[in-house]
């Protein structure tokens, strides 16, 4: 199973020279199978450009299909979706997982985002690819030869936000975003979940020594404990800060890994960067 | 008048190397005269000036957001602008008056969850919307004129003419072509070849491009839709955008001083948009200057330079 960074970024898309490296465009992770089955975790501006890279291949002809998973209906990890041409490729097939909210299903979200008030699609229907909306369950289920498990680790006002770990070959991804550990049990259930995951995808937008007002984040100190206590081999932090540039993220980047080498954790820390390829 | 533009592109933001000189964020341009500041549009370009906004001296305390229409590239810097918690601050948000749903509660619905984790009710700015519509000619802090046209786009979007101090800076980002497509409220059916209008549309269309070039007429600068190549408005006309050379039609007939080509399509590369203007201006027998608009982009008659 192979892993690409298509959006890193959080809250807000930040084109611009100074974010180039690492990226400017908002949540979106694809994991690909290795009998070439795909999975894209959040569509958040990302998904624009990893869904033009996919028209190269089958979706360029309309039979592609893909599974979708959403962590949470912010902005910042959906707003992706109507853009690529794929999607309005009739014969595509996109079945799309996620939370319901209190205040209306995923697929409602997904439509009142596109109605026509906000977006020229008019809403779903007008969508070509063949959809399916499914409300996210802890039940796994297979994609191909991925096993995927998710869990509904926290929630905001109405928005529950669901964690994923995707298996194949013993070999676990687990993606974490816009989480605080408020208690113990939030923890302990993240511990359990991301146990043992060859790699940790995980939200951590600002350090604890920033004291940023923003109730809806972990730091990057919660991501590396987080990390070292379910024996994670490596973590890659994403929904980067969009005031957070290239130079910033490197400085960050090797002043936790020296902190982690003098401790001598064998945690391998790193900030995710779009186009990034990890092989779980 | 100063005209500083803080972001490009249309449809949705684009954070790539090959499009940094025109730029990757969403419509976006500030307007000041004296100690007014007018914005048009909040894409993602709106984060940026709000920042910009707060390291003045003396920042502006009211400011006017003129949105042309609510599609997400135009209203999705708006929550990232640092203004609006500002206690301090007053932010007049003017935009079409619809019967399906007021201003506010569509800015208010896309700040709110299960979208976003906002209520309008705890910004700390005092926020005031005005519902507005076409044909409209209206004072801003008395020494602003606002004058708004319709332009031809799904679901309706308007345009914007600002004038003062003997300038005038006329806004489109977002219109498409007035020989065939209507655009109104109802979605456009595309089969793949255009339906044949109705006399009654053609009528609806000629009067819309009068109106547009009415608003247009004269003004130093036209900031105008110019998302497509010929090609490419072959296989789109419903989607409500024009072609370079269709706004240099427009910009030729109102006589403008120069005409900024605006709302690049997210596909197109620096390299792409300098060579559609390159073949704009050379194919060009009018006195009008052809620039397109990029990321950081100042424009200024009439004030003293700082």
Same mark, same amino acid.
């Given at each position: 199973m192979k892993m690409q960074f298509w959006g890193v970024r959080g809250y807000v898309p930040t084109p611009g020279a100074e974010y180039l490296r690492y990226g400017g465009n908002t949540c979106c992770t694809a994991l690909y199978g290795a009998d070439g089955d795909l999975v894209v975790i959040d569509s958040g501006t990302g998904f624009c450009q990893l869904g033009d890279m996919l028209m190269g291949r089958e979706f360029g002809r309309g039979g592609g299909k893909m599974t979708l998973l959403i962590s949470h209906t912010y902005w910042d990890h959906i707003l992706g979706l109507p853009f690529p041409g794929l999607v309005h490729i009739p014969g595509n097939r996109l079945h799309i997982y996620g939370p319901d909210s209190t205040r209306g299903s995923l697929e409602m979200v997904y439509n009142g985002m596109l109605s026509p008030v906000y977006s020229p699609?008019?809403?779903?229907?007008?969508?070509g690819a063949t959809h399916s909306f499914q409300p996210i369950s802890t039940e796994p289920f297979m994609v191909g030869g991925m096993r995927v498990r998710a869990l509904p680790l926290s929630r905001r006002n109405h928005s529950p936000i669901w964690a994923y770990r995707v298996e194949e070959a013993n070999r676990a991804m687990v993606y974490i975003t816009d989480v605080r550990y408020t208690n113990d049990q939030i923890w302990n259930q993240a511990v359990q979940f991301a %146990?043992? %995951?060859?790699?940790l995808v995980h939200s951590a937008p600002y350090t604890r020594q920033e004291q940023v007002e923003d109730y809806g984040h972990s730091r990057v100190e919660d991501a590396i404990e987080l990390a070292q206590e379910a024996n994670v081999e490596r973590l890659e932090i994403f929904h980067h800060a969009p005031t957070r540039t290239d130079d910033q993220l490197d400085t960050l980047v090797s002043s936790y890994r020296r902190q982690l080498m003098d401790e001598e954790s064998p945690l391998i820390f790193d900030a995710a960067r779009e186009g990034l390829i990890v092989d779980v | 008048m100063i005209v500083r533009i803080w972001g490009t592109r249309g449809s949705y933001p684009v954070a790539r190397a090959e499009m940094l000189r025109y730029g990757g964020n969403t419509t976006c341009v500030e307007v000041r005269v004296g100690d007014s500041c007018i914005i048009l549009d909040a894409g993602t370009g709106l984060r940026q000036l709000g920042e910009a906004l707060g390291r003045e001296a003396r920042p502006p305390r009211t400011i006017n957001l003129l949105i042309t229409h609510t599609h997400w590239d135009h209203i999705i810097g708006f929550p990232f602008f640092e203004p609006i918690s500002q206690p301090q601050n007053r932010i007049n948000i003017y935009g079409l008056q619809r019967t399906q749903s007021s201003l506010r509660k569509t800015i208010a619905n896309a700040l709110s969850? =299960? !979208?976003? =984790?906002? $209520? !309008?009710?705890? !910004?700390r700015a005092e926020m005031t919307f005005h519902e507005i519509h076409e044909g409209l000619a209206f004072q801003l802090d008395t020494q602003v004129r606002v004058c708004t046209a319709r332009a031809n786009h799904p679901y309706r979007a308007l345009a914007y003419r600002i004038e003062a101090d003997g300038a005038a800076l006329v806004f489109i980002p977002d219109t498409g072509p007035f020989h065939t497509v209507l655009f109104d409220d109802e979605r456009i059916e595309w089969t793949g070849s255009p339906t044949p209008n109705t006399d009654e549309e053609l009528r609806a269309l000629a009067e819309m491009r009068a109106q547009i070039v009415d608003l247009a007429r004269?003004?130093?600068w036209l900031i105008y839709d $110019?998302?497509?190549t010929d090609a490419q408005y072959t296989r789109f006309p419903h989607w409500g955008h024009s072609t370079a050379a269709q706004a240099r039609e427009i910009a030729e007939e109102a006589g403008v001083g120069q005409l900024l080509m605006f709302h690049h399509d997210p596909h197109h590369t620096d390299a792409q948009i300098d060579a559609m203007l390159e073949e704009l201006q050379t194919t060009c027998d009018s006195e009008l200057i052809i620039t397109a608009a990029y990321e950081g982009m100042e424009l200024r008659k009439g004030e003293r330079s700082s």
């Open positions: 699609v008019y809403g779903l229907a007008h969508i %146990a043992g %995951a060859q790699v | 969850d =299960p !979208l976003m =984790p906002i $209520s !309008l009710e705890d !910004l004269g003004a130093d $110019s998302q497509f």
